[in-house]
């Protein structure tokens, strides 16, 4: 049994014979119980079926949390972000969602229900593989939830694909950065990419660790461009060879960085 949201991701891998399913399980008219986004006591909630639009129309995601006005901004054409959802990108589990580096550098957990209760997941343990969740076949994924970033950190996603709309990422990239109160040493940076080993979205673990700790300055970026490259292991396929895609993954870095440090001092 396979579940089927609004079948942007799964239809067409159906129609190539990627999979088969015997039995779909249409999760589409649980509107009331799984669409919504809510914002109290600091924590952000997403219903599985929200779609793209209205992570778009929300005005929840603006200044911090921006990311993710950004990231659906730049997903899809309007047609296909009016239908898909926020829980099918994440069940996808493919380099090609853009959601999951997003909402892995902003710390999410996933919320999954079965008849028998429910279990709370962070998202960088539910995605174990590329195309492959920690999920059960008894589960179905029904909220995603984080934390709002606090003060002094922002949050910024870069994308780049083969053509300017209808983007299918080559690379893309997800930064949350907190600052102390001096607003120049790191104290925590989440770099989530689309690939970081093989094609498997994840973070940048040993870049996230070199970054804390240390005074924000081009030299530590260069040094932390250097640590990323290390962590990488790209690999090509007929969108890209993995050089160039490490390439544009270290420019992001660098532009990201600057942008959330410009961004978190304008601000405070
Ligand atoms: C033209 C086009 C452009 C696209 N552009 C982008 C883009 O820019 N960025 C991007 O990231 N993606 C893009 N996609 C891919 C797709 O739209 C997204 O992955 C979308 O978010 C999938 O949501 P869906 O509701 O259609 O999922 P479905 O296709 O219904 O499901 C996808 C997978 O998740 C599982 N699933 C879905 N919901 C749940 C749930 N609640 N619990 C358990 N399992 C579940 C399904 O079994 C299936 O394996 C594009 C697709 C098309 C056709």
Known sequence: MVVIASGTDLLPRM????????????????????RYIRQSDG??????????????????FKDRLSILHEAAWLFGAPQVRNVATVGGNVCSAASSEDLIPVFMALGAKVKLISAKGERTVP????????RATAMKSSEILAEI???????????????????????????????????????????????????VAGRVPALAEKTGDFLTGRKL???????????????????????????????????????????????IRGSS
């Open 217 to 263: 300055s081009e030299e530590t970026i260069a040094q932390a461009q250097k640590v990323l490259a290390s962590e990488l292991a790209l690999t090509s396929d007929f969108r890209g060879s993995g050089s160039y895609r490490t390439e544009v993954a270290l420019v992001y870095l660098k532009k990201l960085l600057h942008r959330c440090l410009g961004k």
């Open 145 to 195: 939830h984080l934390e709002s970033p606090k003060e002094h950190s922002w949050t910024g996603f870069e994308k780049l694909g083969r053509r300017n709309m209808l983007i299918l990422s080559l690379v893309s990239e997800a930064l949350c950065l907190s600052l102390e109160n001096d607003l120049l040493t790191v104290r925590s940076a989440r770099i989530a990419l689309n690939r």
């Open 15 to 34: 129609r190539k014979k990627q999979i088969a399913p015997s039995v779909l399980l249409d999760i589409s008219s649980f509107q009331d119980d799984l």
């Open 123 to 130: 998202l960088t343990d539910f995605i174990v593989g590329k």
């Open 43 to 60: 924590m952000v909630r997403l219903g599985a079926l929200t779609t793209l639009t209205d992570v778009l129309e929300s005005p929840i």
